[in-house]
């Protein structure tokens, strides 16, 4: 992408012939902001791929443009292209963040293009799912340490033999193939391509009665559909997944966070201090995915909706400090 990547400063909102040496560039939009709001100029937002990324950043986006005055521009990235934009003036926002200690070491630490932003208010959680058929029909499934007996249930003309373990998008934080390989487990990844795709094979597994085990995570609010089961894989212990060809245990609960642009987080755009102070439930996360994905609603409308019922939140988070 090359396109040209404006960044607002606070106290711009006059824009003067030496505007391009006072840092605000001369072509920032005339935006209609709110009464005594800034210019806020154009914010530049990945969307990674998955429903609850988008809730949060189309709620965010909604209250920017509604609130400040912002023009909102949606990338659609995955995680860690994301990161890389931050340095070429593509990103200015990763609104929930998974993780990524490598990325942080080199884009925050090391580069310095990117700095943390804050918690989003809830965990994320990433595992081995089957439909709830297969856990009352095999109440043991659910120990990885049966997994090897199963095997043949979950074999597929992809699997090459071997049992099917299904994964979702190949951008998605995993290390599948390195606990199969180090569990030991008679099983091949099998990418399934995208979050949808993975729903609607758990929706076609519940209702046909068919085997399927896969990779999921929550907040997701397909869990208010379909009581997915999850696997126990070894428990998850600090440092156990250091090496990412090494690792032989679960996923850890991910404290999710926000990420910025350095040049963002020192531009005085107020919607630097509207990203820091954006905080939900993975309930109210749920509730925008939903409207998203079942009810067909454009995400801005579904943002749209929630906002209305629930403006005192929303004021918590344009409060200053």
Request: with cysteine; glycine share 8%.
């Amino acid at each position: 992408m090359n396109r040209h990547h404006p960044q607002a400063l606070l106290g711009c909102a006059a824009l003067t012939a030496v505007a391009a040496l006072t840092g605000c560039g001369s072509d920032i939009e005339d935006n209609d902001t709110a009464a005594g709001a800034s210019d806020c100029g154009t914010v530049d937002m990945a969307i990674n791929p998955w429903v609850g990324y988008e809730s949060n950043a189309h709620v965010v986006g909604r209250v920017a443009e509604t609130e400040l005055g912002c023009t909102m521009n949606y990338v659609d990235l995955d995680e860690q292209t994301s990161w890389k934009g931050f340095g070429d003036g593509d990103v200015d926002v990763i609104i929930e963040n998974w993780g990524h200690e490598d990325l942080v070491k080199k884009y925050v630490e090391g580069e310095g293009t990117a700095e943390l932003a804050g918690l989003t208010g809830y965990e994320g959680i990433i595992g081995w799912y089957v439909p709830p058929w297969m856990a009352e029909e095999y109440p043991d499934i659910t120990n990885w340490e049966n997994l090897n007996k199963y095997a043949d249930l979950f074999e597929t003309p992809e699997s090459d033999g071997q049992g099917q373990l299904l994964d979702g998008d190949p951008g998605y934080v995993t290390y599948d193939e390195a606990l199969v390989k180090n569990l030991d487990l008679d099983y091949k990844v099998v990418v399934g391509g995208s979050e949808t795709a993975l729903i609607e094979a758990f929706r076609s597994a519940q209702e046909n009665k068919t085997p399927l085990l896969a990779y999921f995570y929550e907040p997701q609010w397909f869990f208010n559909e379909m009581d997915l089961v999850r696997v126990n894989l070894p428990t998850y212990k600090p440092g156990c997944d250091a090496d990412p060809q090494e690792v032989d245990c679960d996923y850890p609960v991910y404290d999710l966070n926000k990420v910025v642009a350095a040049d963002f987080a020192e531009s005085g755009s107020p919607a630097y201090d509207l990203v820091t102070n954006f905080q939900w439930t993975a309930e109210d996360q749920n509730t925008v995915s939903e409207m998203i994905s079942e009810q067909g609603m454009d995400p801005d409308e579904a943002a749209d909706q929630w906002i209305a019922d629930n403006q005192d939140t929303v004021d918590q988070w344009l409060a200053a400090g």
